[in-house]
């Protein structure tokens, strides 16, 4: 196997260019370098199967690669002033869209969680898809109960398919081994492993393609469409008669099966759908639509040059934010993958290993390949479709009295006199589940609260009711304990409060 380097990084010599001529020359260098790299760690694999799969997995990762060294060359950056809001017809509002009148369409569609995240933001072990969030269920368990329901419900079979990394690959098969008779047809693949590179000698860290996780990283959900071709996964489930694809995030609650939304990409025959709802200041790194050179694109934080970063954040000029609920046609999927591949735009994270060393992880988003599909357009939905868990104080609010749970999906109080959720800020106290947990004797009535702020050593009573606006502060070195039953409205809590009973 020999890897050969694209003309793509090769360059024309140009006169009075000098500096990008040694670019262009470094670039070459560089790119075979890292070819000779790769081709010895495949020599190195005695199994044929296995040594088929890396083959495949670094040839990705080497046209990624080698993108990569061409921009930099290049110094490509995206021109802020042909940046568009889109326009009217590039995003459909959801309340526009009629009502389902065929719910047998549900028989041509397959759902797909992104699972390959851990939960260690949260101070988990292991997949984050396996923290409890509600009533005892973790984020898979309330995934399968939705999807068992549409298919009693509707009689249909949607499958329902799990895109894991090497980080939880092997938890999640032990995991869903206790869906084995639930009326579900269950799937799992694995995205790719591509070798983390030194920053400064442009070559992989990994010598060896048998070497420890530490040397390896999964390329973004981006990666899914590679992943899921590779895997056969496309083929499989066109052979089964499948259309359509719905993708979200796990930890996304709010992403559940919508009819009304599958219809209208039957009807319109839009290849690629892409969920997007309306900004907040919550939601200002979110990625936003745009319209470039009259075409929808996907814009991300990281392709943005750091003197408009205030602009991308403005809720003025970008009014919504990708949900990373998605849409997609598999035919259109097959299509794309077997002409040329896509070309996503790369986003450069610069990570320090444990043992010092300075590297990138080259990664892809998923939602910037709306810019590759026929018919691609953004469905402004309500806030209720994205529920995201990303921190404890996420969790808080889905545990609350907030929602009430309806075949494993999680609905508004219809006691909830507004549509918006509270603001709910938990200090660094509250950062890991086990610690969120033991401050909590049990999650309080949340009903009629706004906003909540908790900072420092505070802990909650049993049937604790919050009202309105209430910020609770300990200071150093002191200790809040807020009794069984209390009941706060509107109020500022400070200092140091220790009630006992005698």
């Not at 569609?109 to 969030?133: Q, Y």
């Not at 899914?224 to 083929?235: C, H, P, R, Y």
């Not at 719905?246 to 996304?252: K, L, Y």
């Not at 545990?399 to 549509?419: C, K, W």
Request: glycine share 6%.
């Amino acid at each position: 196997m020999s890897m050969e380097v694209p003309a793509a990084a090769g360059g024309k010599r140009a006169r009075g260019h000098s500096a990008m001529d040694f670019k262009t020359a470094a670039t070459g260098v560089a790119a075979k370098a890292m070819r000779n790299e790769l081709n010895n760690m495949i020599q190195k694999i005695d199994e044929p199967e296995y040594k088929k799969a890396f083959e495949a997995e670094m040839q990705s990762f080497f046209i990624l690669f080698n993108r990569y060294l061409a921009e930099r060359a290049k110094g490509q950056k995206i021109n802020w002033d042909k940046i568009q809001p889109p326009a009217p017809e590039q995003v459909v509002s959801y309340s526009t869209l009629p009502e389902c009148s065929n719910p047998s369409l549900l028989n041509k569609l397959a759902v797909l969680k992104l699972n390959g995240g851990l939960g260690t933001t949260m101070g988990c072990v292991g997949p984050k898809s396996v923290i409890e969030v509600r009533e005892g269920m973790t984020f898979l368990d309330l995934s399968v109960r939705q999807i068992e329901h549409l298919n009693s419900h509707y009689k249909v079979n949607v499958p329902f398919i799990l895109m894991n990394s090497f980080n939880t690959d092997s938890d999640t098969a032990r995991i869903i081994q206790k869906y084995a008779n639930h009326n579900i047809e269950l799937m799992t693949f694995n995205q790719s492993r591509y070798p983390r590179v030194n920053k400064e000698s442009l070559l992989p860290t990994p010598r060896s393609a048998y070497e420890e996780k530490g040397g390896w990283y999964p390329p973004g959900h981006g990666d899914l469409f590679d992943a899921i071709t590779n895997s056969g996964l496309v083929d499989k489930l066109l052979s089964q008669g499948k259309e359509y694809l719905f993708v979200s995030n796990v930890d996304n609650l709010g992403a559940v099966v919508d009819l009304n939304i599958l219809e209208h990409m039957d009807k319109t025959q839009a290849e690629f759908l892409m969920e997007v709802t309306d900004k907040t200041k919550a939601d200002v790194k979110g990625g936003t639509l745009i319209n470039y050179e009259g075409n929808v694109r996907l814009l991300e934080i990281a392709q943005v040059p750091s003197e408009h970063v205030e602009d991308f954040k403005s809720v003025r000029k970008f009014k919504i934010f990708n949900t990373n609920n998605l849409w997609v046609n598999l035919r259109a999927v097959k299509r794309v993958m077997d002409n040329d591949g896509l070309d996503l735009e790369i986003i450069v994270n610069n990570k320090t290993t444990d043992a010092g060393e300075a590297v990138i992880q080259l990664e892809t988003a998923v939602g910037a390949a709306i810019k590759h599909f026929k018919g691609a357009h953004g469905i402004n939905v309500p806030r209720s479709r994205f529920l995201p868990v990303k921190s404890c104080s996420d969790l808080l609010l889905i545990t609350s009295d907030l929602y009430i749970l309806e075949h494993g999906q999680l609905v508004m109080n219809p006691a909830r006199m507004f549509l918006s959720t509270p603001v709910i800020k938990l200090g660094d106290h509250f950062k890991k589940v086990a610690a969120f947990q033991k401050r909590f004797r049990s999650i309080p009535e949340m009903l009629e609260l706004d906003h909540l702020t908790v900072a420092g050593d505070v802990s909650f009573g049993r049937g604790v009711i919050l009202r309105g606006t209430v910020i609770i502060v300990a200071n150093e070195g002191a200790k809040i304990e807020l009794p069984d039953g209390t009941i706060l409205e509107n109020k500022l809590v400070s200092g140091n409060l220790q009630l006992t009973d005698h």
